[in-house]
């Protein structure tokens, strides 16, 4: 049985390092998800793969389809999620481009967004606990396997959540340095958020692409992003490598 998902962010629309088996198309209540669910073996275990964005990468962040992606997954029975967010560094300590982040908490700026399973529909109001957005244990297979990589990481850190798909100006960033975000993101919510409703073990590797806005002399440089991608997105298939066998174990 497969045991871990792994949703791709940009940067990682495919893992090459997958050896596919099969693909399966999941329909939802809540429309299609961005992609086909692609099923095959990483390193020996049982995977599933799903691209935020589309194969293409055509979906943009405040337009990806969260509710169906994590509906479909939690349907083929798989009960832990490793999600991959291109984010950029606010704290000092977290601005350098190929960074690993695995944060532990996030805050949520996004707005209009489909955001939890239990609407009007519902018989009644549901709360859910989301004092730790991310699952311990997950974060701390994550954690382990970057040692056992020989990769550098952060292993805490707070996740600021913006809609997109316009970057941040610098006084957006100062607001949210003062509110206590390390590194910023287009796609970290409502995809945390849906996972937890539908009690799936959730955790994110981050990978720094650029200094956040102002906290560089230099302007936001989307070559120098797509480059800081590839080399972020080797660090994280190398992690991961080394983390979907220890989750197998789990």
Known sequence: MT?????????????????ITRREVIRTPYGEPSAPMVFGQLCGSEA?????HGPGHTI????????????????TGVTRVIAVNAVGGISPDFQEPGTLVIPDQIIDYTYGRDHTFFGADQKQVT??????????????????????????????????????PRFESAAEILRMERD?????????????????ELELCYASISVVVNPAAG?????????????????GMAKVRSLLEQAIPLIAGV
Request: charge should be positive; proline fraction near 5%.
């Open 3 to 19: 045991t871990v998902a792994i949703i791709g962010g940009s940067g990682l629309t495919k893992l090459k390092n997958l050896h």
């Open 48 to 52: 599933m793969f799903l691209p935020r």
């Open 60 to 75: 943009p962040p405040h337009e990806v389809n969260y509710r169906a992606n994590i509906w479909a997954i939690k349907q």
């Open 127 to 164: 709360h859910v606990d989301f004092t730790y957005p991310y699952c311990d244990e997950l974060r701390n297979v994550l954690i382990e396997a970057a040692k056992r990589a020989k990769l550098r990481v952060r292993g805490e850190g707070t996740y600021g959540a913006t809609q997109g």
């Open 180 to 196: 206590g975000a390390d590194i910023v993101g287009m796609t970290g919510m409502p995809e945390a958020g849906l996972a937890r």
């Open 215 to 231: 906290m560089s002399k230099e302007t936001i440089s989307l070559r120098e992003i797509e480059k800081n991608l590839e080399t």
